[in-house]
């Protein structure tokens, strides 16, 4: 089964996101063309799953 491109309320691809930071839900991620995008997804539980399932770099803190 292929993995989604797109996590459902989240804009862009997988592919495009070069590494992320999440702290106590907020996701602060590096797009491939140097921007930062922040996100607050209803499930970050399950945004997380879906960043680590399609390979993206990153570092989660519970405490900020």
């Known amino acids: 089964m292929a993995k989604p491109d797109r996590f459902p309320g989240f804009f862009y691809e997988a592919a495009y996101i070069e590494k992320y930071y999440a702290v106590n839900g907020w996701f602060s991620l590096l797009l491939a063309d140097g921007r930062i995008h ?3 997804p209803e499930d970050p539980d399950e945004f997380l799953q ?3 399932k399609n390979n993206v770099f990153g570092t989660e803190s519970d405490n900020g």
């Open 50 to 52: 879906w960043l680590k």
């Open 38 to 40: 922040h996100f607050m």
